[in-house]
T-cell receptor, first 115, second 115 residues
Framework: NAGVTQTPKFQVLKTGQSMTLQCAQD?????MSWYRQDPGMGLRLIHY???????DQGEVPNGYNVSRSTTEDFPLRLLSAAPSQTSVYFC??????????????FGEGSWLTVV | ELKVEQNPLFLSMQEGKNYTIYCNYS?????LYWYRQDPGKSLESLFV?????AVKQEGRLMASLDTKARLSTLHITAAVHDLSATYFC???????????????FGKGTKLSVKP
């Protein structure tokens, strides 16, 4: 059971380039999210999805796009990378019944550097 | 706007000692999560606390939740070196579609346990 899989693990981009961080889960979870982690800032929510075809913005959505065409996949797109987007990105998923606490599973992280 | 504050942010302990990490949050929430993160690694789920007065224990760690005070604690008993890591608390904001998996994180407590 792979859980939450993120690719790539490491990436260096030049300012203005675009790229997509991939996230896939094999647990049939409804809820998927993207976070970024910066030193001393904890994790901050970028975008989230409550099911296929449904996405919405989190705390820090600017500069990022998402889509959810399938339950399994939730890619994060950087349209025009900026140095301020240098960060570690985590994808997360959960079952999200709404009635009880569920474990939220995180991927291994993607280290992105924008130069 | 939900804010989550942890203290202390840095904690240096001696093996065998006890200590408590505090997590305060600013608005009502009934789901609080504790995570552990080792350097360069993903987040490992420790506890999910769902109701007022909830207490959970795993090994040398015990977490509790007081929803009236909007306070959670993570108590470390007889610390050992293997507990050295960064510990995060996170609260389900309910702001983003009212769904689980969309968390507001504290900045983390970096714990170092010395012999």
């Amino acid at each position: 059971n792979a859980g939450v899989t993120q690719t790539p693990k490491f990436q260096v981009l030049k300012t203005g380039q675009s790229m997509t961080l991939q996230c896939a889960q094999d647990m049939n979870h409804e809820y998927m999210s993207w976070y970024r982690q910066d030193p001393g800032m904890g994790l901050r929510l970028i975008h989230y999805s409550v099911g296929a075809g449904i996405t919405d913005q989190g705390e820090v959505p600017n500069g990022y796009n998402v889509s959810r065409s399938t339950t399994e996949d939730f890619p994060l797109r950087l349209l025009s990378a900026a140095p301020s987007q240098t960060s570690v990105y985590f994808c997360a998923s959960s079952r999200g019944t709404g009635l009880s606490g569920n474990t939220i599973y995180f991927g291994e992280g993607s280290w992105l550097t924008v130069v | 706007e939900l804010k989550v504050e942890q203290n202390p942010l840095f904690l240096s302990m001696q093996e065998g000692k006890n200590y408590t990490i505090y997590c305060n949050y600013s608005t009502t929430s009934d789901r609080l999560y504790w995570y552990r993160q080792d350097p360069g690694k993903s987040l490992e789920s420790l506890f999910v606390l769902l109701s007022n007065g909830a207490v959970k224990q795993e090994g040398r760690l015990m977490a509790s939740l007081d929803t009236k005070a909007r306070l959670s604690t993570l108590h470390i008993t007889a610390a050992v070196h293997d507990l050295s890591a960064t510990y995060f608390c996170a609260v389900d904001s309910g702001n983003y579609g009212g769904s689980q998996g969309n968390l507001i994180f504290g900045k983390g407590t970096k714990l170092s346990v010395k012999p």
